[in-house]
Nanobody
Framework: QVQLVESGGGLAQAGGSLRLSCAAS????????MGWFRQAPGKERELVAA????????HYSDSVEGRFTISRANTKNTVYLQMNSLKPEDTAVYYC?????????????????WGQGTQVTVSS
C-alpha cells in the first residue's frame, strides 16, 4: 500500500501561483511514477502532469503546458506541482496518484494509489 497526502491547495487570484505537495509513505517511492490529476464539478478527472521515477521525464496536458511544473524529491518521498499564471478554469480538486511503473502512465486507470484531493479555487 502507498499512502498519499496532498497539501497546498487554497484560494488564489487569476495570475497568481500555488504549490501543491504530495507526501508518500508505505512503499519505496522511487518504484513509482507519479501524476497529478484534477476534477472540476461536472467534469471527468483529467491528467494534469506526470513524472517518471527519476524525475527526468515529464508530461503535461495542453491546458497547463508552460504554466505548471511537476517535480519530485525522492529523498523526501514527495512530489510537487508548481502552478503559475493560474486561471479560473484551473479551479478543481487536485489529486496526487502513484503508478507502479518507471515511466508515467497517461490514464487514470493505470494509477493504483490516490490521495484524498485538495481544493484549488482561482478567482477572476
Amino acid at each position: 500500500q502507498v499512502q498519499l497526502v496532498e497539501s497546498g491547495g487554497g484560494l488564489a487570484q487569476a495570475g497568481g501561483s500555488l504549490r501543491l505537495s504530495c507526501a508518500a509513505s508505505g512503499r519505496t517511492f522511487i518504484n513509482y511514477a507519479m501524476g497529478w490529476f484534477r476534477q472540476a464539478p461536472g467534469k471527468e478527472r483529467e491528467l494534469v502532469a506526470a513524472i517518471n521515477w527519476d524525475g527526468l521525464s515529464t508530461h503535461y496536458s495542453d491546458s497547463v503546458e508552460g504554466r505548471f511544473t511537476i517535480s519530485r524529491a525522492n529523498t523526501k518521498n514527495t512530489v510537487y506541482l508548481q502552478m503559475n499564471s493560474l486561471k479560473p478554469e484551473d479551479t478543481a480538486v487536485y489529486y496526487c496518484a502513484a503508478a507502479y511503473f518507471s515511466s508515467a502512465p497517461m490514464t487514470a486507470e493505470q494509477y493504483a494509489y490516490w490521495g484524498q484531493g485538495t481544493q484549488v479555487t482561482v478567482s477572476s
